[in-house]
């Protein structure tokens, strides 16, 4: 088990012996987080604000990771969907909807039904594969498999990225998923390597391969060889925001072996495809097809095709596959109970519908006015900075106070029964799980195709509203704040509003910073693809852009991935002080340090030593700690606050601040 790094501890008061600290999983309603007073604030804010919690907190074995904030919210709200799904099986369900997610819950229940659904799964999918005795077949299989929620494809598509130009409209690019490990990186771990081919064989073996070693090589080769060609989660991030339109033309012609010409054929013309996984990925793809042997591709399609659904009929092999998570991705330790796992597999399934459902139980009576009020403070605050910002063009100051000044607001729940974007209404089996996954997956594919032909309702929300989360679109130039992240220490009707503004303050603020942030700028108030900086307002803002990717570099991250969000987290801070404390007048020291306070509650965590290691390849946010820390720096009110000295860690010199906005 790993808990986060804690970083030097000077003595910032005289400490009395400690009381012995009694650990525990519980959620309670309000967590309580003392601060730890042998620590000086001004060394170090969020071991101040956090190890009390941390040191007092014992992680679940079924759980990887634990933001106190987001993740005490979300364990609160699936508990009483645990409950709901327990009751629902006893009852006749109220509405077509509620018929649906029982059938699903039901089926996901249904062990037995699972592990006959799973035997005949691999049966089926070995005969097929059996039948295919030229590359012609092959490939005909897995082109056909682009289209489908039950067959492999070597592409899938991706159909929801608005278009650049016309963001109503929506663009499509190809992925792919036959990788087992998240990043590049990953496969120069010689053990990792070693145990994942092991994994490999015992596949192959389980399911009655007769060359388990040699089925385990030719995959391992495939995958390791691929993820030298895939970019990494920095690359497909600039690439997400970049123009790079591919034509139909060169995609048929570059990639004859992908067999593009049916889907292709079947795409409104005025569709964009971009290209963002890259010609290397493409081409790596079509020449094995071309050349890698007929016995080489049937492996690859057999592991990826049976690998993720092998688990009842399979325990051996599934064992297998979590321990190897556990020992190097951060996965837990054990397995959340199946009631838990069909609770989650529902909720992901049917997020909207099951919030739909579950809302009104649960905030029935959410003052929404108070928070609107909250986050036109913040919105009045951010544009005041930009009318006071010294170095934007005049044209550039302008765009950017118009593009905060007219985004959209999508708070609390969706406002119309069109805006919730249900999933297409269907009736699933009690004893078919995969069957019911197949066919969602089938609908959810049909519905994206369909919805090319455009234009698509921008109002509609992209997570349901229970969710502990919050969202800023640049292409709708549209912020959501979902019901679900308006708990504590998010928000908390009875607390002051300086206070309240610290936490939801903030986010807010940083949600509208990605508006003005790196990727964000790129964007006009309209939410389309056009730049609004002058050349001049480009290499200022790339200047200051370069300390703050130098200070996160230093603490061990990748400080230019992490610019958006750290970029966010700069503007969320001080725009939201700004509101608190206009003008910084007010004396009010102790409501100043219970705003900061307030801050650094939203990110103490704890988390297994895989978990820190894939977040830092390919999380775009960084760490808890470097949250807190990293953005203290930047505040003079906070030194004001805790009366920080020059040299104190938590105090850098005033030319060592990064003032972007």
């Not at 992240?485 to 990605?514: C, R, T």
């Not at 056009?530 to 990748?558: A, C, V």
């Not at 977040?615 to 700690?625: C, M, N, V």
Request: with cysteine; net charge positive.
């Amino acid at each position: 088990m790993f808990t986060l790094t804690l970083f030097s501890q000077l003595i910032y008061a005289e400490s009395a012996k400690q009381p012995t600290v009694i650990k525990t999983s519980d959620i309670p309603e309000k967590r309580e987080y003392p601060v730890n007073n042998s620590i000086n604030p001004c060394v170090n804010f969020y071991e101040y604000a956090c190890s009390p919690v941390i040191n007092s907190f014992k992680l679940r074995e079924d759980r990887s990771n634990h933001i106190f904030s987001f993740s005490d919210a979300s364990e609160r709200l699936l508990e009483f969907k645990k409950k709901y799904f327990l009751n629902l099986a006893q009852k006749k369900p109220e509405s077509e909807m509620e018929s649906e997610v029982k059938s699903y819950y039901s089926a996901c229940m249904n062990q037995q039904a699972k592990e006959k659904e799973e035997k005949e799964y691999v049966k089926q999918t070995k005969e097929m594969l059996d039948k295919i005795t030229t590359r012609e077949e092959f490939i005909d299989m897995v082109a056909k498999g682009i289209t489908s929620s039950s067959q492999l494809g070597f592409l899938v598509f991706n159909a929801k990225e608005p278009n650049l130009d016309r963001p109503a409209y929506n663009d499509l690019f190809f992925n792919t998923e036959l990788r087992s490990l998240p990043e590049r990186d990953y496969y120069k771990n010689k053990e990792l390597t070693k145990e994942l081919k092991a994994l490999m064989k015992d596949f192959f073996t389980i399911i009655g391969d007769k060359s388990p070693v040699k089925k385990a090589d030719l995959v391992f080769n495939f995958e390791k060889e691929l993820a030298q060609k895939y970019p990494t989660p920095p690359i497909i991030q600039e690439q997400l925001f970049s123009r790079t339109k591919v034509s139909r033309e060169e995609l048929i012609k570059n990639y004859p072996n992908l067999k593009l010409e049916k889907f292709l054929s079947d795409i409104p013309e005025h569709v964009i495809i971009r290209n963002i996984i890259g010609n290397n990925t493409m081409k790596f793809l079509d020449t094995k097809l071309k050349t890698a042997s007929l016995e080489e591709l049937k492996s690859v399609f057999l592991y990826f095709q049976l690998r993720p659904i092998m688990d009842d009929a399979y325990p051996e092999f599934f064992n297998k596959k979590f321990e190897f998570n556990k020992k190097y991705l951060g996965g837990p330790n054990k397995r959340p109970n199946r009631q838990e796992r069909c609770t989650r597999a529902v909720m992901n399934s049917f997020d909207k519908e099951v919030d739909f459902i579950l809302l009104p139980k649960i905030f029935p009576d959410f003052p929404k006015e108070k928070f609107v009020k909250s986050i036109e403070k913040i919105r009045i605050a951010l544009m005041e900075q930009l009318q006071n910002n010294t170095w934007l063009s005049k044209s550039a100051k302008q765009e950017a106070m118009r593009k905060i000044k007219i985004a959209k607001l999508a708070l609390v729940s969706p406002d119309t029964i069109k805006d919730w974007d249900f999933n297409p209404r269907a009736v699933y089996s009690v004893d078919a799980p995969i069957a019911n996954s197949h066919k969602l997956g089938q609908l959810l594919i049909e519905k994206d195709l369909k919805e090319l032909k455009g234009p698509v309702n921008i109002n509609r929300w992209e997570m349901g509203p229970l969710t502990v989360n919050a969202y800023y679109n640049p292409s709708y130039n549209k912020i959501c704040f979902p019901v679900g992240i308006l708990q504590y220490p998010f928000y908390d009707k009875n607390e002051p509003e300086e206070v309240n503004l610290g936490a939801i303050g903030a986010v807010i603020g940083h949600e509208l910073g990605h508006a003005i942030d790196n990727h964000g700028n790129k964007y006009d108030a309209d939410g389309a693809f056009k730049p609004w900086m002058k050349e001049k307002d480009k290499k200022t803002f790339k200047e200051r852009s370069k300390l703050l990717i130098t200070q996160y570099d230093r603490i061990g991250h990748n400080g230019k991935f992490t610019l958006g969000e750290n970029i966010g987290d700069l503007v969320g801070l001080t725009t939201a002080y700004n509101a608190a404390f206009p003008g910084g007048k007010d004396n009010n020291q102790e409501l100043k340090k219970r705003f900061f306070l307030q801050l650094a509650r939203l990110y103490c965590e704890v988390e297994r030593k895989g978990i820190t290691e894939l977040r830092l390849k390919t999380d775009p946010h960084s760490l808890g700690f470097a949250r807190i820390n990293e953005q203290i720096k930047q505040q003079d009110g906070f030194k004001e606050a805790y009366n920080c000295k020059p040299g104190d860690p938590m105090a850098i010199p005033e030319k060592e601040h990064v003032r972007i906005w």
